[in-house]
């Protein structure tokens, strides 16, 4: 028998002569509980809106992108495409252009991240699910359109209901600026926008997207892309897709980069993992604080025990025993708090995950607040709290155990 873990089980649970002692023991013990409850559920929640921003940047950014190790732009050799298509867990692949451009709409002026892409993606474009008015659409017969997202329509006052075009300009590349003449240094294609589209706020206030051809003949390029997106397959696994990016590397060279999404957006994930860390230690210190509770009813206690303390060094007990002993019964409190808080955040969360009855105010993407539970989270949770109480439950006995009872 663990004679310190069962003397600090009797203690934890016998009544105690002063009455305060329970009600300080059980605040500690609900604090916890709320603490880790909180934890729980910040976290999870924060998982649930992590996810829900990659979901909607993967409607514009590919699993995959290959890019030119130098320069802007590269003309695409078909045995390459052809070889990194064959690829296991390929499915759509995608030609693009890009570049920050000048638009001019119904007198309404600004600078837009044009995107060219070709006719492949126009046919299964992830922005198809996202349009909030008129339709994905970037030809009309023989004529070029273009899709603009909402901010920048709303920003332009653009509206596929009406038949004006846009202009788009941008300064040739094989000629000189002339102040002379001005408009004769630049290049301009115009389309009418057929849709809008909505992915988040970043992406809406700036992204419009026409055909590669249309953007090739205003940029000046003929064959140019300044990239190819990739897409993988429905269900492929992380480690695949890994696998993958390092045989697209062996097939195209050191003249090209291959980025996950992680890479293509460097600066807004390590954000994102940062704002987590940051709620992480925020509650943590909460919880510090809330745990402080423990060192107040652990050194009552020890006060009130003096007696039994005595009892067990006259048979034999060492000063480590009783140590323990004491460290036992504050950590069981917090081990008691945390074990409720487990209990009721991992189970809000799962009712929240299921049946979504906390709704999101306003209009927005999801009606519910979105929620996930990872066991990484409730494993770092539990060694953290169990952590924080064990240490909090040894400042009282080391100062109290010899101080107080002798």
Same mark, same amino acid.
């Given at each position: 028998?663990?004679?310190?873990?069962?003397?600090?089980?009797?203690?934890?649970?016998?009544?105690? %002569?002063?009455?305060?002692?329970? #009600?300080?023991?059980?605040?500690?013990?609900?604090?916890?509980?709320?603490?880790?409850?909180?934890?729980?559920?910040?976290?999870?929640?924060? *998982?649930?809106?992590?996810?829900?921003?990659? %979901?909607?940047?993967?409607?514009?950014?590919?699993?995959?992108?290959?890019?030119?190790?130098?320069?802007?732009?590269?003309?695409?050799?078909?045995?390459?495409?052809?070889?990194?298509?064959?690829?296991?867990?390929?499915? /759509?692949? /995608?030609?693009?252009?890009?570049?920050?451009? $000048?638009?001019?709409?119904?007198?309404?002026?600004?600078?837009?991240?044009?995107?060219?892409?070709?006719?492949?993606?126009?046919?299964?474009?992830?922005?198809?699910? /996202?349009?909030?008015?008129?339709?994905? %659409?970037?030809?009309?017969?023989?004529?070029?359109?273009?899709?603009?997202?909402?901010?920048?329509?709303?920003? +332009?006052? !653009?509206?596929?209901?009406? @038949?004006?075009?846009?202009?788009?300009? $941008?300064?040739?590349?094989?000629?000189?600026?002339?102040?002379?003449?001005?408009?004769?240094?630049?290049? %301009?294609?115009?389309?009418?926008?057929?849709?809008?589209?909505?992915?988040?706020?970043?992406?809406?206030?700036?992204?419009? #997207? +026409?055909?590669?051809?249309?953007?090739?003949?205003?940029?000046?390029?003929?064959?140019?892309? =300044?990239?190819?997106?990739?897409? !993988?397959? &429905?269900?492929?696994?992380?480690?695949? @897709?890994?696998?993958?990016?390092?045989?697209?590397?062996?097939?195209?060279?050191?003249?090209?980069?291959?980025?996950?999404?992680?890479?293509?957006?460097?600066?807004?994930?390590?954000? !994102?993992?940062?704002?987590?860390?940051?709620?992480?230690?925020?509650?943590?210190?909460? #919880?510090?604080?809330?745990?402080? *509770?423990?060192?107040?009813?652990?050194?009552?206690?020890?006060? &009130?025990?003096?007696?039994?303390?005595?009892?067990?060094? =006259?048979?034999?007990?060492?000063?480590?025993?009783?140590?323990?002993? $004491?460290?036992?019964?504050?950590?069981?409190?917090?081990?008691?708090?945390?074990?409720?808080?487990?209990?009721?955040?991992?189970?809000?969360? $799962?009712?929240?995950?299921?049946?979504?009855?906390?709704?999101?105010?306003?209009?927005? @993407?999801?009606?519910?607040?979105?929620?996930?539970?990872?066991?990484?989270?409730?494993?770092?949770?539990?060694?953290?709290?169990?952590? #924080?109480?064990?240490?909090?439950?040894?400042?009282?006995?080391?100062?109290?155990?010899?101080?107080?009872?002798?």
């Amino acid at each position: 028998m663990n004679l310190p873990l069962f003397i600090a089980g009797r203690y934890l649970f016998a009544k105690k %002569s002063h009455n305060v002692i329970n #009600i300080i023991s059980a605040i500690s013990a609900v604090g916890m509980a709320i603490g880790t409850a909180a934890l729980i559920i910040i976290l999870s929640v924060y *998982n649930g809106f992590d996810e829900l921003v990659k %979901s909607t940047l993967g409607n514009v950014e590919p699993d995959i992108l290959i890019s030119p190790a130098k320069g802007k732009v590269f003309t695409p050799e078909e045995s390459m495409i052809r070889q990194v298509a064959a690829l296991p867990g390929v499915g /759509h692949y /995608h030609k693009i252009l890009e570049e920050n451009v $000048f638009v001019d709409y119904d007198d309404h002026q600004g600078v837009a991240k044009a995107k060219g892409v070709d006719e492949e993606y126009e046919k299964d474009s992830p922005l198809i699910g /996202h349009m909030t008015a008129g339709v994905f %659409s970037l030809h009309k017969g023989e004529i070029p359109q273009m899709v603009a997202g909402a901010g920048l329509a709303y920003k +332009m006052g !653009m509206n596929p209901a009406f @038949l004006s075009s846009a202009t788009i300009y $941008f300064p040739a590349r094989d000629r000189n600026f002339s102040l002379a003449n001005p408009a004769a240094s630049i290049e %301009s294609v115009s389309m009418r926008p057929a849709g809008i589209f909505t992915v988040n706020q970043q992406i809406d206030e700036e992204l419009m #997207i +026409m055909p590669l051809d249309q953007m090739r003949l205003l940029l000046g390029y003929e064959s140019e892309v =300044s990239g190819i997106e990739i897409r !993988m397959e &429905e269900g492929v696994s992380q480690k695949e @897709l890994k696998n993958t990016i390092s045989k697209i590397k062996d097939v195209v060279g050191p003249g090209f980069r291959v980025l996950d999404r992680f890479r293509q957006n460097t600066s807004l994930y390590k954000m !994102m993992r940062y704002e987590k860390a940051a709620i992480f230690l925020i509650l943590i210190f909460i #919880i510090i604080i809330i745990a402080f *509770n423990i060192f107040g009813s652990l050194t009552m206690l020890i006060i &009130e025990k003096k007696d039994d303390i005595e009892t067990f060094r =006259s048979l034999g007990a060492t000063e480590g025993t009783l140590r323990r002993t $004491f460290t036992l019964e504050g950590w069981l409190i917090s081990l008691l708090g945390l074990a409720a808080g487990l209990v009721i955040g991992t189970g809000f969360a $799962f009712l929240q995950q299921r049946f979504g009855f906390i709704k999101m105010p306003g209009n927005f @993407l999801v009606s519910a607040y979105p929620v996930i539970v990872r066991w990484s989270d409730l494993l770092l949770t539990v060694a953290g709290v169990s952590l #924080i109480g064990y240490l909090i439950a040894l400042l009282p006995v080391r100062r109290n155990i010899t101080a107080e009872t002798r």
